[in-house]
């Protein structure tokens, strides 16, 4: 059974960082590329990042470039997404998942919340 | 960037009636390679999406034969042939072609009467 687990969120003040990991099993985690998504309280869903299977090719959406940092440990399985500088408006339960391959993995995510 | 905008954004139904939920993306997703690159996922209540459709028309492993992706460059549909009441959520497509970024639609919420 393929699961990703998302850990690492929680309570930070605006201006503070957070460390987001991802652990997966039950898949070649190398053989895929990987995101992370989010999704603010009652909205929908927002892609935040991507990494390629091997970390050669990255991309950020324009809301976050600049203060966050996707990376990836193919030997320990794990993806990662390292936040600096949160606001307010980066509230939200972000996902680990899969985009691109029809495989449709997604961890069951965690929580950040970004207040004083 | 390209802009996926669905329609309706609420969609109530009766069980066991059909429903159908549109998607239109602002340039084309159809791939020289001749396949159309939309998804389709649910998100139940409390839950993670999940991917009911791939590359516009492939149900997803799982998926039951009552949901069903069709449509070609900037018009999709999801079809629901008769719709059960675990099908409950909000229904989002998403385009994974011209990156980045992925971009998804508003959601669509699928309720029973």
């Known amino acids: 059974e393929v699961q990703l687990v998302e850990s690492g969120g929680g309570l930070v003040q605006p201006g503070g960082s957070l460390r987001l990991s991802c652990a997966a099993s039950?898949?070649?985690?190398?053989?895929?590329?990987m995101n992370w998504v989010r999704q603010a309280p009652g909205k929908g869903l927002e892609w935040v990042s991507y990494i390629s299977r091997s970390s050669s090719t990255i991309y950020y959406a324009d809301s976050v470039k600049g203060r966050f940092t996707i990376s990836r440990d193919n030997a320990k399985n794990s993806l990662f997404l390292q936040m600096n500088s949160l606001r307010a408006e980066d509230t939200a339960v972000y996902y680990c998942?899969?985009?691109?391959?029809?495989?449709?993995?997604w961890g069951q995510g965690t929580p950040v919340t970004v207040s004083s | 960037e390209i802009v996926m905008t669905q329609s309706p954004l609420s969609l109530p139904v009766t069980p066991g009636e059909p429903a159908s939920i549109s998607c239109r993306s602002s340039?084309?997703?159809?791939?020289?390679?001749?396949?159309?690159?939309v998804y389709w996922y649910l998100q139940k209540p409390g839950q993670p999406p999940q991917l009911l459709i791939y590359?516009?028309?492939n149900r997803a492993s799982g998926v039951p034969d009552r949901f069903s992706g069709s449509g070609s460059g900037t018009d999709f549909t999801l079809k629901i042939s008769r719709v059960e009441a675990e099908d409950v959520g909000v229904y989002y497509c998403?385009?994974?072609?011209?990156?980045?970024?992925?971009?998804f639609g508003q959601g669509t919420k699928l309720e029973i009467k």
């Open positions: 998942a899969e985009l691109d391959y029809g495989d449709g993995y």
């Open positions: 590359l516009g028309s």
């Open positions: 039950g898949l070649t985690f190398s053989s895929y590329s």
């Open positions: 340039q084309s997703l159809l791939h020289s390679n001749g396949n159309n690159y």
């Open positions: 998403m385009q994974p072609l011209q990156t980045p970024p992925y971009t």
